[in-house]
């Protein structure tokens, strides 16, 4: 009876196993020295030898009737996935970028409102930019727009706009992959009826 609980434990791991491989492309375009082609594994792990066991093999690299040689690699844009933000208005507090509302799709309006000093937004580029923010019908006064790549540290944006139209091109300094944030100043004249529009765009 044990034997046979771990036999089909086996099977649908190896299920599961064969089913992230087909749908995750990705792998045959890893990094050098990474796993085995794609297609090796698929045939691996769909018909793997009997003498594969998964759990109680003697080699120390056969797990799950795969032969990985030396270090698997997810891709990134699994690894580092967060479901996009599919509402419409700013989360507040949203005043430092550890709150940022976010992550942004790409192309999508939100608003927001300029009732106090910082609104931090956050877009993650899967695969780098170029980036372009427009922010539009913006009131208050003193308005400063800028994009950062990681965490906001002053001065070291990679894209601002101080004066109408506020929109920031960003390409050369925003071809890495990753998080960026975007952080909306206002010096004054708050007011919480008038919404202004963001909106970032990115492959």
Request: net charge neutral; hydrophobic share 35%.
């Amino acid at each position: 009876m044990i034997k046979q609980t771990a036999g089909r434990e086996h099977k649908l791991l190896r299920t599961v196993l064969a089913a992230f491989i087909s749908a995750y492309p990705l792998l045959s375009s890893r990094p050098p020295g990474g796993v085995e082609e794609s297609s090796a594994l698929q045939r691996a792990s769909a018909s793997p030898p009997p003498i594969y066991d998964g759990f109680n093999s003697d080699h120390p690299r056969l797990a799950l009737g795969v032969l990985v040689t030396q270090t698997l690699f997810l891709p990134v844009l699994f690894r580092d996935y967060s479901p996009p933000y599919t509402g419409l208005f700013e989360i507040e507090p949203n005043n430092v970028y550890t709150e940022a509302t976010g992550p942004l799709m790409a192309g999508r309006a939100y608003a927001g409102y300029p009732d106090d000093l910082k609104d931090y937004f956050s877009v993650y580029a899967p695969l780098g930019g170029p980036i372009t923010v427009t922010v539009e019908n913006k009131t208050g006064t003193g308005t400063q727009l800028h994009l950062y790549y990681g965490p906001p540290v002053a001065g070291q944006y990679v894209g601002y706009a101080g004066a109408p139209p506020f929109t920031i091109n960003c390409a050369t300094s925003c071809s890495n992959i990753g998080w960026y944030y975007i952080y909306i100043y206002t010096a004054s004249n708050f007011n919480a009826t008038t919404a202004y529009t963001l909106t970032a765009t990115y492959p």
